[in-house]
Every structure is written in structure tokens, then in C-alpha cells.
């Protein structure tokens, strides 16, 4: 079972819809992740979110809005998309120092399959 | 910007017998963190094991550990006594250690690693 749970788990929309990727964790980690996924490929980091802040945004197109509205929830709005947007997103989380010190892995959910038509 | 490399695509392996995964990294960092995570179908990614960079002691979880080699920047993944289990997308990722923990993770490629039973 994953500690990290994504809904839904898929997802079909067409161009011209409005739909959200939700997150969530009851772990008390700080710090949140969105990462796009291509088939055969690694994971590609979208947006970081630290202290309910976003603290990175990769150069992400508007089309992807990210929200932490607290700190278990993280979500992601999809407006407008194209088909190459059709890929696996993956939500992860971590503990987060202030001042930096012990580094702790990301736990990942499963991920949502986001198809674009 | 650091870079993680993995050379083998796709390696297989008899069930029972011992298997490593190759990683090389670069970056200018002193203070980093190293990672190999599983994806097998299921899509979620699974921490495996983690290195922390200042530690000279290379790590070791059960069946899995790693030969870390700081000077070489290379950080390979031996998987001992291989089941099918282990059959799964391997990947190597990096993580600075002066960003308090939210910088995300840099991927290599992926090793596609096969269980021949």
C-alpha cells in the first residue's frame, strides 16, 4: 500500500476540458512534488512545493496549474492540454528541514495515467 | 547542473543469481544524495536504497546493496540472490544536500532489468 495516495488513477479529457490530479499524505511531510512521467522514460520534475509554497516551477506550461491548499493535499489543474501532455503524473512527498540537515527520500503514489484526446 | 547516467538499457538475469546495475553521476556538489528506486508495472516508484554522500560506508538493504565509489562518482546496485519480484524499471537518482530537502530528485535513463526464471 502506498503512503501517497492519487486520484484518479486515470484519466481521459479532451482539449478543451477542465480537470484536477489530486494528492494526498498523512505523513507530515512539508514537501511535495509533481513529476510527468513518458512511457519509457524517467520521471521529469514539474513543480516543488515547500511550506505549502511552490518553491519550483520547471518551466511548466500555464496549462498546468499547481495548488497546496495544506499540507496533505497537493493538486494539479489541467486546462487546455494537448495530446503530448498524455503521460503517467507522479505525485511524491518528503520531510523538509528549514535550514537544510538530513535529507530524506521521496514517497511516490501511484500515479495518475492522464490521456489527452 | 548534475547529470546521472545509466549505461545498460536492459540487463537480464537468471533467477538465484547475483546482478549489477551501473550509475555515474557528475556534479559539483560536496553535500549530495544518491538513490535507486524501482518501478516495476505497477507504476509506483519504491525506494530501494540510499546513499548519503558524506558516509564512506557503502549501504546495504537485505539483498540489495551498492558500491559507492565517491571519487569515481559512480554508485552501482548489486541485487544478490535475484527473484522475480525484482523484475522492474531500475533507476539511479541524485539529490543535493543543501536544499533543505525540497529540490526534487534527478533521474538517469533507467536499467529495464529481467528475471529469467
Known amino acids: 500500500d502506498t503512503e501517497v495516495t492519487q486520484t484518479p488513477k486515470h484519466l481521459v479529457m479532451g482539449m478543451t476540458n477542465k480537470k484536477s490530479l489530486k494528492c494526498e499524505q498523512h505523513?507530515?511531510?512539508?514537501?511535495m512534488y509533481w513529476y510527468k512521467q513518458k512511457a519509457k522514460k524517467p520521471p521529469e520534475l514539474m513543480f516543488v512545493y515547500s511550506y505549502e509554497k511552490l518553491s519550483i516551477n520547471e518551466s511548466v506550461p500555464s496549462r498546468f496549474s499547481p495548488e497546496c491548499p495544506n499540507s496533505s493535499l497537493l493538486n494539479l489543474h489541467l486546462h487546455a492540454l494537448q495530446p503530448e501532455d498524455s503521460a503517467l503524473y507522479l505525485c511524491a512527498s518528503s520531510h523538509q528541514t528549514l535550514r537544510g540537515g538530513p535529507n530524506s527520500p521521496l514517497h511516490f503514489g501511484n500515479g495518475t495515467r492522464l490521456t489527452v484526446t | 547542473a548534475q547529470t546521472v547516467t545509466q549505461s545498460q538499457p536492459e540487463m537480464s538475469v537468471q533467477e538465484a543469481e547475483t546482478v549489477t546495475l551501473s550509475c555515474t553521476y557528475d556534479t559539483s556538489e560536496s553535500d549530495y544524495y544518491l538513490f535507486w528506486y524501482k518501478q516495476p508495472p505497477s507504476r509506483q516508484m519504491i525506494l530501494v536504497i540510499r546513499?548519503?554522500?558524506?558516509?564512506?560506508q557503502n549501504a546495504t538493504e537485505n539483498r540489495f546493496s551498492v558500491n559507492f565509489q565517491k571519487a569515481a562518482k559512480s554508485f552501482s546496485l548489486k541485487i544478490s540472490d535475484s527473484q522475480l519480484g525484482d523484475a522492474a524499471m531500475y533507476f539511479c537518482?541524485?539529490?543535493?544536500?543543501?536544499?533543505?530537502?525540497?529540490?526534487?530528485?534527478?533521474f538517469g535513463k533507467g536499467t529495464h532489468l529481467i528475471i529469467q526464471p
Open positions: 546513499q548519503e554522500a558524506y558516509k564512506q
Open positions: 537518482a541524485y539529490r543535493r544536500g543543501s536544499g533543505g530537502g525540497a529540490d526534487g530528485l534527478t
Open positions: 505523513m507530515g511531510h512539508r514537501a
